[in-house]
């Protein structure tokens, strides 16, 4: 058994130039700033609902990734297996790519209407293990860890998103953003590894995104009708996105105390800052008051 689970000299058998590739752009499915980008365009242009508890899925796996790949200190498959050199020093056990896409296209799969569209997710989810198998960066242990743990965080967002717990989530709304404060209090108290920038960053911007949420939910309130506005409404949403991303980049070498407020100006920007734009200009509209 531990064999099977740790040891990866079989990898190079089976690759070629083409399944390279091929897996490449697989897993680049699972990059922090693709999800980022595809997250934004689909709560402003798809499903708000949907797409905020994705949000929430991917910060939220995140966080708890980051904690157990610093409690559990277990080294990756040998470098000269990697095909993948972005991993830099980081830890193996569980693997963050199929923890997130577990939890995050599994999610997507549950609420998609067409079967065929849920297949595609499925699919997406087994490539990005496999890609994470295939790239070398990961062990059959790390990637069997990351599904689980995937699981579980899955299993949790679909129960609390459950319709006979709908009265639940409108007299107790404040539930999540303290759910995501209580999290990110614990990680930062009990936070195993040396550095700290991580939680602190990842919850901050949990915070503040179901923070902003909140108050979209309160004095915003947008939907989508016209699916063309909508979408347009997401590709302008996606393009301030990537201006804030470059202004992260540029401040990635500075101070926590530099880049928390950035973050937490990332969190607002999606929840509201970008819905009360788009509805100025006129590409959302806000739902009627009852």
């Known amino acids: 058994m531990h064999e099977f689970l740790h040891n990866m000299d079989w990898v ?15 897993s680049g499915l699972g990059a922090s700033a693709f999800l980022l980008l595809f997250l934004v365009f689909g709560f402003l242009a798809i499903n708000k609902v949907v797409f905020a508890r994705a949000i929430a899925i991917v910060l939220v796996s995140a966080i708890i990734n980051d904690w157990l790949k610093n409690y559990f200190h277990d080294p990756r498959p040998p470098e000269a297996l990697w095909l993948d050199p972005s991993i830099a020093d980081t830890f193996g056990f569980p693997s963050g790519h199929v923890q997130v896409a577990v939890a995050l296209w599994l999610w997507l799969a549950y609420h998609v209407r067409q079967r065929w569209g849920a297949l595609l997710l499925v699919a997406l989810t087994v490539g990005i293990a496999l890609s994470r198998l295939y790239l070398g960066v990961h062990d059959v242990e790390d990637v069997l860890g990351g599904a689980a743990i995937g699981f579980v965080i899955l299993a949790v967002f679909i129960v609390w998103s459950a319709e006979r717990l709908s009265q639940v989530r409108e007299r ?8 995501a404060m209580t ?7 009990t936070w195993p590894g040396a550095e700290m920038r991580n939680p602190l960053l990842l919850g901050g911007l949990l915070c503040a995104f179901w923070f902003g949420y909140r108050i979209e939910g309160r004095r915003v309130r947008f939907q989508t009708t016209d699916p063309a506005r909508s979408s347009l409404a997401g590709f302008v949403g996606v393009l301030g996105m990537l201006g804030l991303l470059g202004i992260l980049a540029g401040l990635r070498n500075g101070s926590s105390l530099q880049l928390v407020p950035a973050v937490f100006l990332v969190g607002l920007y999606i929840s509201v800052l970008a819905p009360i734009l788009m509805v100025r200009l006129g590409l959302l509209e806000r739902k009627s008051s009852m």
């Not at 130039?17 to 091929?22: A, D, E, I, K, P």
């Not at 404040?174 to 759910?179: M, N, R, S």
Request: overall charge neutral; charged content about 5%.
């Open 12 to 26: 190079e058998a089976v690759r070629s130039v083409y399944l390279t590739s091929f897996f490449h752009a697989v």
């Open 183 to 189: 999290l990110t209090l614990i990680c930062i108290t």
């Open 172 to 179: 107790y709304s404040v539930l999540p953003l303290a759910a």
